[in-house]
């Protein structure tokens, strides 16, 4: 029984495609996340909902769109792709308002490889 | 600002000898500090975290870390490694304070713990 699945697990696309990732978890829980890890590892938040609303946006291109169609589901979609969109991409999701003490459960992750 | 530092990039002890990855960090309030290990291919998963109380918190696979306020430090301990404890760690803090920005975590840089037989 997977908590957090996103898919696909890898995405390999041309410059200037549109992607979309799903993410869906079966926790119940409130708020949800996505992640960019770049190929040093660093990890950085991009978007987080609350019962499917957004609550944080960073500074992250218009090209991103996330979408929240219920409070389990958090997607993301990429316009016009660029090379450094490249990354591996983590949807998580925490229990209650985010800003809480609750952990954060995350996805297995879906690289996205842009040629 | 708030930001978490990792130290060192690489980690590596003999299985059987205690390990410790540190961390560093810096809130305006009281801070809710978090540790997550990430295997190969995999999403991070969930160690332990401090939010008020007992300065020492144990969590999964044996792993501890202690809340030192004076020094600003969270860092992870095991007392005897384990070749299976290979990965990369990271440190992440938020911000407790009412009105800061909700629920971002800023996490480190990792650290990739290497544990030789």
């Known amino acids: 029984d997977t908590a957090v699945s996103q898919t696909p697990k890898y995405l390999v696309t041309q410059m200037g495609n549109d992607k979309s990732i799903k993410c869906e978890q079966n926790?119940?829980?409130?708020?949800m996340y996505w992640y960019k890890q770049d190929s040093k590892k660093f990890l950085k938040i991009m978007f987080s909902y609350n019962n499917k609303e957004l609550i944080i946006n960073e500074t992250v291109p218009n090209r991103f769109s996330p979408k929240s169609p219920d409070k389990a589901h958090l997607n993301l979609h990429i316009n016009s792709l660029e090379l450094g969109d490249s990354a591996v991409y983590f949807c998580?999701?925490?229990?209650?308002?985010?800003?809480?003490?609750?952990?954060?459960?995350f996805g297995p992750g879906t690289r996205l490889t842009v040629l | 600002a708030q930001s978490v530092a990792q130290p060192e990039d690489q980690v590596n002890v003999a299985e059987g000898n205690p390990l410790t990855v540190k961390c560093t960090y810096s809130?305006?309030?009281?801070?809710?500090l978090f540790w997550y290990v990430q295997y190969p291919n995999r999403g991070l998963q969930f160690l332990l975290k401090y939010i008020t109380g007992d300065n020492l918190v144990k969590g999964s696979y044996g792993f501890e870390a202690e809340f030192n306020k004076s020094q600003t430090s969270f860092h992870l301990k095991k007392p005897s490694a384990l070749v299976s404890d290979s990965a990369l760690y990271f440190c992440a803090v938020r911000d407790s304070w009412r009105g800061s920005t909700l629920g971002r975590l800023y996490f480190g840089r990792g650290t990739q713990l290497t544990v030789w037989p």
């Open positions: 998580a999701s925490s229990l209650g308002l985010a800003g809480g003490i609750n952990e954060q459960f």
């Open positions: 926790l119940g829980h409130d708020t």
């Open positions: 809130v305006s309030g009281n801070p809710y």
